[in-house]
């Protein structure tokens, strides 16, 4: 399983896009790169996944370099309900494969 | 969108006790279903993953004898702490993925707050 590094914490005002860069340097042909979002005391969400280009939902984007190793979360006029940590994960996330998470990144979003 | 569920919501139990926690997948029928722990401003940490009809499997350090994990059927699998103490004290959360061609989506439970006095 890719290691995948985030930074620790990101703050940000309302109304601004952020950007949250994941490296994973050591990811297989098979890898798949997803997001997820934590709130305290709850599971886990997805936002998005990708494998290479460009994907695009109706909460972020995800850009994904031609060499894979690494990629940026892309969230457009952030709010205040957008704090949250944000997990980068990367591997085969089908049936039995196990799911992985690095440390994450904290977004703090400001007034 | 699949949907994972986990009761208790959260439970506080005397020291040398046992508790149980359910995870269940409500609209979908999963195989294979993982079991995370996470303490305050910490990661998920991966603990087991947990297998319909065989034994699960523990990831290194995590004792199988005191994280009892049992997967009985397609949509329930259960975790146990035996005997637990103030250390387990700890955020559980579960989850699966409905094995679709073409979703590779994990869809985590709202988690269990375990409070060992």
């Known amino acids: 399983l890719a290691k995948t590094t985030q930074p620790i914490s990101m703050d940000s005002y309302e109304g601004q896009e952020v950007n949250i860069t994941c490296s994973h340097n050591n990811i297989a042909t098979n890898d798949y790169i997803t997001w997820y979002q934590q709130f305290p005391s709850q599971g886990p969400r997805f936002i998005i996944q990708?494998?290479?280009t460009k994907v695009t939902n109706e909460v972020a984007s995800l850009f994904i370099p031609a060499d894979r190793k690494s990629s940026t979360l892309s969230l457009p006029r952030v709010s205040l309900s957008d704090t949250a940590v944000y997990y980068c994960?990367?591997?085969?996330?089908?049936?039995?494969?196990?799911?992985?998470f690095g440390a994450g990144t904290r977004l703090f979003v400001k007034a | 969108g699949a949907v994972v569920s986990q009761h208790p919501s959260w439970v506080i139990c005397k020291s040398g006790t046992s508790v149980k926690i359910e995870c269940r997948s409500l609209?979908?029928?999963?195989?294979?279903m993982f079991w995370y722990r996470q303490f305050p401003k910490q990661s998920l940490m991966l603990m087991a993953t947990s297998n319909e009809g065989s034994k699960a499997t523990y990831e290194q350090g995590v004792e199988k004898d005191k994280f009892l994990i049992n997967h009985a059927s397609l949509t329930l699998s259960t975790l146990t702490v035996t005997s637990a103490h103030p250390e387990d004290s700890s955020f559980y959360i579960c989850?699966?993925?409905?094995?679709?061609?073409?979703?590779?989506?994990?869809?985590f439970g709202p988690g269990t707050r375990l409070t060992v006095l």
């Open positions: 994960l990367v591997g085969i996330n089908t049936g039995g494969f196990k799911t992985i």
């Open positions: 990708g494998y290479k």
């Open positions: 609209d979908f029928q999963a195989t294979t």
């Open positions: 989850s699966a993925n409905p094995g679709l061609a073409g979703n590779n989506e994990q869809f």
